[in-house]
């Protein structure tokens, strides 16, 4: 993984299988749909209003910086979802 977050320790838990745009990944048990992205990833997701990309702002839900799309079309907050097996998330760009 090279993304903007690196895990510090490894964390307990099942390894939970999702993917990024259709990219395989992993996460682990508890972590959070951003994170999780943000392991793999050097950004969240592009700007609706410009080519810039997001990585999220508070990571607490408040600020509205991180909304991701499912593959089923369901929209939510990365920072504070929990991520679940085969979970398919379309971001709309950034790097890989």
Do not use: K, N
Request: proline share 4%.
């Amino acid at each position: 993984m090279s993304g903007l977050f690196h895990r510090l320790a490894t964390r307990p838990g099942a390894a939970i299988p999702f993917t990024i745009d259709g990219m395989s990944a992993e996460a682990r048990a508890g972590d959070l749909l951003i994170a999780a992205i943000l392991l793999h990833r050097h950004s969240l997701r592009r700007f609706e209003f410009g080519s810039g990309e997001r990585a999220g702002y508070c990571l607490m839900g408040a600020c509205q910086d991180c909304w991701v799309t499912l593959a089923d079309g369901r929209r939510l907050r990365a920072c504070t979802t929990p991520v679940e097996p085969g979970m398919a998330v379309i971001t709309g760009g950034g790097d890989a």
